[in-house]
């Protein structure tokens, strides 16, 4: 049964909704799932984010919270079980520092990657791997970014796991590179083998459908992105 005071409007397939549920799972807080469409937005989502229209918001005693970041760090305040960010004030700017850097250098690249083609697209798939590189060498070593157990950097960086190979797949290209980010393959298959994520990820071939209908519907999007 959902917990009345906690709901989460969703997409089933956006990664940045499901760093919330994954949050919301670990910690054990139970919730409402809302999907919502973002074709066609219903008045709650115009209610509730009026500003950016966009999913997911946590709305938690009737109050609505937005961003995925700042959503997981409103979390981790409300409930202090399964702390995610770590305690050192240090430790934690990192982990913000890791999260924010992904999400512009790997994730917005590798989406501008998968909606281009040409020289567009061998631009962002260079970046990106140049953003590989960087998150390579902050996991290896470790089983997690959060060291044994998942943590706040984990759940920013989990779309990595599941989203990015898709995002490969349906631009047909390259980030990902086995002979050179062992470790980040080794922490995406800790990460997909946790039985919170295991359960919580939408089907592949209706996540490829998915994304194959974007690319299309977006190819001329990111044409001169590139350019001053
Ligand atoms: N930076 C936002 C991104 C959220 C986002 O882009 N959500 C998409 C779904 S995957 C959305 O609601 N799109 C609707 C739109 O752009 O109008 C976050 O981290 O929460």
Same mark, same amino acid.
């Given at each position: 049964?959902?917990?009345?005071?906690?709901?989460?409007?969703? !997409?089933?397939? #956006?990664?940045? @909704?499901?760093?919330?549920?994954?949050? *919301?799972?670990?910690?054990? @807080?139970?919730? +409402?799932?809302? %999907?919502?469409?973002?074709?066609?937005?219903?008045?709650?989502?115009? =209610?509730?984010? #009026?500003?950016?229209?966009?999913?997911?918001?946590?709305?938690?005693?009737?109050?609505?919270?937005?961003?995925?970041?700042?959503?997981?760090?409103?979390?981790?305040?409300?409930?202090?079980? $399964?702390?995610? *960010?770590?305690?050192?004030?240090? %430790?934690?700017?990192?982990?913000?520092?890791?999260?924010?850097?992904?999400?512009?250098?790997?994730?917005?690249?590798?989406? @501008?990657?998968?909606?281009?083609?040409?020289? =567009?697209? =061998?631009?962002?798939?260079?970046?990106?791997? %140049?953003?590989?590189?960087?998150?390579?060498? %902050?996991?290896?070593?470790?089983?997690?970014?959060?060291? +044994?157990?998942?943590?706040?950097?984990?759940?920013?960086?989990?779309?990595?796991? $599941?989203?990015?190979?898709?995002? +490969?797949?349906?631009?047909?290209?390259?980030?990902?590179?086995?002979?050179?980010? #062992?470790?980040?393959?080794?922490?995406?298959?800790? !990460? *997909?083998?946790?039985?919170?994520?295991?359960?919580?990820?939408?089907?592949?071939?209706?996540?490829?459908? $998915? !994304?194959?209908?974007?690319?299309?519907?977006?190819?001329?999007?990111?044409?001169?992105? !590139?350019?001053?």
């Amino acid at each position: 049964m959902g917990n009345k005071d906690v709901k989460v409007v969703s !997409f089933w397939v #956006s990664p940045f @909704v499901k760093r919330v549920e994954w949050a *919301l799972k670990l910690k054990g @807080v139970d919730y +409402e799932y809302i %999907e919502e469409d973002i074709y066609n937005k219903s008045p709650l989502l115009l =209610e509730l984010n #009026s500003v950016t229209k966009k999913v997911p918001v946590l709305v938690h005693n009737h109050k609505p919270i937005v961003e995925s970041f700042i959503i997981l760090e409103y979390i981790d305040e409300t409930w202090n079980q $399964y702390p995610l *960010l770590p305690h050192h004030p240090h %430790e934690r700017a990192l982990a913000r520092f890791w999260a924010n850097f992904a999400e512009r250098k790997l994730l917005d690249i590798a989406w @501008v990657a998968m909606c281009s083609s040409g020289n =567009e697209q =061998e631009k962002a798939v260079n970046i990106a791997r %140049e953003a590989m590189e960087k998150i390579e060498e %902050e996991i290896k070593g470790k089983k997690f970014f959060g060291g +044994e157990y998942i943590g706040f950097l984990d759940i920013a960086l989990g779309w990595i796991s $599941y989203w990015l190979p898709v995002f +490969e797949e349906v631009g047909s290209m390259q980030i990902i590179d086995s002979s050179k980010h #062992s470790a980040t393959i080794a922490w995406m298959n800790n !990460f *997909l083998s946790h039985p919170v994520i295991k359960e919580s990820l939408p089907p592949r071939d209706k996540t490829l459908a $998915y !994304f194959h209908t974007r690319r299309k519907a977006l190819l001329s999007t990111f044409q001169g992105f !590139f350019k001053d």
